[in-house]
């Protein structure tokens, strides 16, 4: 089963692809927001192109486990996806992947060295949610 996950967030939407087979996430690609209606078509097409079977989405607590206005706007989002998709739409909780990108970031020698690298910390955020959960669907 393929898998897509979604981060994300008010300016970029980062999508990494996974997959229940390998057991493998890697980061994908970079949506731009430009409106709700386009984004959600963005997706459709990855799906397709991808032959996505499931879609997960970044969840993003407070790191004490409280809901932000950010948690809502995502939950929000993500039922809206639910509604425009032919496939199923699971919520992970993202809380800590944003934190360990940023220790990543650092020990590679800051945000400079990062993008000099080649590597986007939306997609990376949303390669290690993804990650996480098919690390739990193997164990389940």
């Known amino acids: 089963m393929n898998v897509l996950a979604i981060d994300h967030g008010s300016k970029r939407v980062g999508l990494a692809i996974g997959s229940t087979d390998s057991g493998v ?3 994908l690609k970079v949506l ?3 409106g709700e209606v386009a984004l959600i078509e963005e ?3 990855v799906i397709k192109s991808e032959a996505v079977d499931q879609v997960v989405v970044g969840l993003p607590f407070s790191t004490d486990g409280s809901s932000s206005d950010q948690t809502e706007t995502v ?3 993500a039922s809206k996806l639910e ?4 496939v199923p739409v699971v919520l992970e909780d993202e809380r800590l992947s944003s934190r360990e990108i940023e220790a990543h ?3 590679m020698g800051g945000r400079k060295a990062w993008k000099a690298s080649g590597l986007d910390r939306d997609t990376a955020a949303a390669s290690l949610f993804l990650q996480t959960y098919l690390d739990k669907l193997k164990t389940e």
């Open 32 to 34: 731009r927001q430009a």
């Open 105 to 107: 970031m650092n020990a």
């Open 83 to 86: 509604d425009a998709l032919d």
């Open 75 to 77: 939950r929000a989002f």
């Open 25 to 27: 996430a890697a980061p």
């Open 43 to 45: 997706i459709k097409a």
